[in-house]
């Protein structure tokens, strides 16, 4: 199996040690790094991603990715009860 890009930074992950082992890895195997806000609500959207250069194909987007820096902020840890609240809301 091949891997070309790996989520180095989730917005919504209230540990930070599995991103830096991601990173970790992504460098010491020159994979590319991305990063995702994994919003459930719509105050969650844009809180991580990656500022990088335009690109026009699948190996200039891997090109610019790598250049790229990943940006934003952890989501408040309260948004897993948010989506715990909605869940049960749903349910009944």
């Known amino acids: 199996m091949e891997v070309d ?3 180095a930074f989730n917005a919504r992950s209230p540990f930070l040690r599995p991103a830096l082992r991601a990173q970790a890895f992504a460098d010491k195997h020159g994979i590319a790094k991305c ?33 790229g820096r990943i940006a934003g902020h952890r989501a408040n840890p309260l948004v897993h009860f948010l989506s715990l609240w909605a869940r049960l809301k749903k349910a009944f």
Do not use: C
Request: hydrophobic fraction near 35%; glycine fraction near 8%.
């Open 35 to 67: 990063a995702g806000s994994d919003a459930h609500s719509l105050t969650e959207i844009g809180n991580g991603y990656v500022e990088m250069p335009e690109f026009e194909d699948k190996d200039s987007y891997l090109r610019a990715l790598s250049e």
């Open 5 to 7: 890009i790996i989520e």
